[in-house]
């Protein structure tokens, strides 16, 4: 087996019984593991019966971490880098360390894990032989109405990941602009309260308004000229 200076490392996005043998055995092995929140990576590594050495890596300090972890990888350190779920570097700390990597020539390796999108995507029911991942939906309403109106032209399905605090205002957008647009909500993924809930902007934003959305969040929107899975 290629023993990589640094491991990226993909973790369950809710339940962690969904963490891969492989994973487990590079945690248990590596000297240090950078993480985004030692707390959260430290429940779960306990869960497992690991004790490894933790280093904050997140979105503050990534850019002034990175050459820290690449000098002490080309020392000699095994590194394991996680975020707090899902895929390191997918709208998560990461991508700046592997350009850091890059540029030293520095052997990495990265293992598929979890990914809230993917999962959202299959499970939407929406077309999924093209899609567009836009990370998180922009704050300012005015930019996220044009992101939006964006992606409802679209001939693909686009995926955002959006906080319960603002899915309302982003249905609403929606609605707006086109209120028999195919969506889906997902909720919580392959945690204990799992939702999806498809339907157009108005049913949804109905829904959501009576019943209000908590935990994490990834909305989908079939573009008007999306084509249907054959």
């Keep these: 087996m290629i023993v990589y200076p640094v ?17 487990l055995e590079i945690l ?4 240090c ?7 959260n990576t430290g429940m779960l590594l306990a869960h497992y019966g690991i004790r490894k050495p933790l280093l904050s890596l997140h979105e503050h300090n990534e850019r002034e971490r990175a050459p820290e972890v ?7 350190e095994r590194f394991a880098v996680v975020s707090d779920a899902g895929m390191p570097g997918v709208s998560d700390p990461g991508y700046r360390l592997i350009r850091e990597l890059q540029k030293r020539d ?5 293992l598929p894990g979890p990914s809230a999108l993917i999962t959202a995507l299959v499970g939407s029911g929406l077309p999924s032989d093209s899609f567009f991942f836009g990370g998180f939906l922009p704050v300012k309403s005015g930019k996220r109405t044009q992101v939006l109106a964006q992606a409802l032209a679209a001939n693909y399905t686009s995926i955002f990941y959006e906080s319960p605090f603002r899915i309302l205002s982003s249905l609403k957008t929606i609605a707006s ?5 195919p969506l889906c909500v997902a909720r919580e993924l392959t945690k204990l309260h799992e939702t999806y809930h498809r339907g157009s902007a108005p049913d949804l934003l109905a829904h959501f308004s009576s019943h209000p959305p908590k935990g994490e969040i990834v909305l989908l ?10």
């Excluded at 690449?70 to 000699?76: H, S």
């Excluded at 520095?106 to 990265?110: R, S």
Aim: include cysteine.
């Design 7 to 23: 491991t990226f490392v993909g973790l369950p996005i809710g339940n962690r019984e969904d963490i891969t043998r492989r994973a």
């Design 28 to 31: 248990q092995d590596v000297d």
């Design 33 to 39: 593991i950078c993480c985004e929140d030692t707390r």
């Design 70 to 76: 690449a000098d002490r990888a080309l020392a000699g």
């Design 106 to 110: 520095i052997a990495y390796t990265v």
């Design 177 to 181: 602009l086109d209120p028999s647009a």
């Design 221 to 230: 929107v079939a573009g008007t000229n999306a084509p249907r899975n054959s």
